[in-house]
C-alpha cells in the first residue's frame, strides 16, 4: 500500500508558524516531482507549493513570502509563516501533479484565536 505520511500540524495563532512535514514513499515516489495542497471546508482542494526533483520551487501569489517548501532525504517540508485564519484546512502531500488515488490522511491546521 503506497502510503503518503504528512504531520506537524496544529493550532496556532495567527502570525504564528507551522512546519509540516511529508514521508512519501520513496519505492512510489522516489524523490520526484512533490506538492503541498490544502483543502478547506467546503472548499476545493489547492495547490499551496511544488517542488521539482531539480530543487525548482513554486508558490501561488495567495501564499507567496509566507510559504516555504524544501526537501531533505525525500521528505518533503512546508515552512509556513505568518499564519492567517484564511489558511485553516487539511494540508497533504502528494506528487506533482498529484495522484488521485493516493492521498495520505493530511494533517489539520487550524489558525485561530
Known amino acids: 500500500q503506497v502510503q503518503l505520511l504528512e504531520s506537524g500540524g496544529g493550532l496556532v495563532q495567527p502570525g504564528g508558524s507551522l512546519r509540516l512535514s511529508c514521508t512519501p514513499d520513496?519505492?512510489?515516489?522516489?524523490?520526484?516531482?512533490m506538492g503541498w495542497y490544502r483543502q478547506a471546508p467546503g472548499k476545493q482542494r489547492e495547490m499551496v507549493a511544488t517542488?521539482?526533483?531539480?530543487?525548482t520551487a513554486y508558490v501561488p501569489y495567495s501564499v507567496k513570502d509566507r510559504f516555504t517548501v524544501s526537501r531533505n532525504n525525500c521528505r518533503v517540508y512546508l515552512q509556513m509563516n505568518n499564519l492567517k485564519p484564511e489558511d485553516t484546512a487539511v494540508y497533504y502531500c502528494?506528487?506533482?501533479?498529484?495522484?488521485?488515488?493516493?492521498w495520505g490522511q493530511g494533517t489539520q491546521v487550524t489558525v485561530s484565536s
Open positions: 502528494n506528487a506533482d501533479p498529484p495522484i488521485n488515488a493516493v
Open positions: 517542488l521539482q526533483s531539480d530543487g
Open positions: 520513496n519505492n512510489y515516489f522516489g524523490c520526484g516531482n
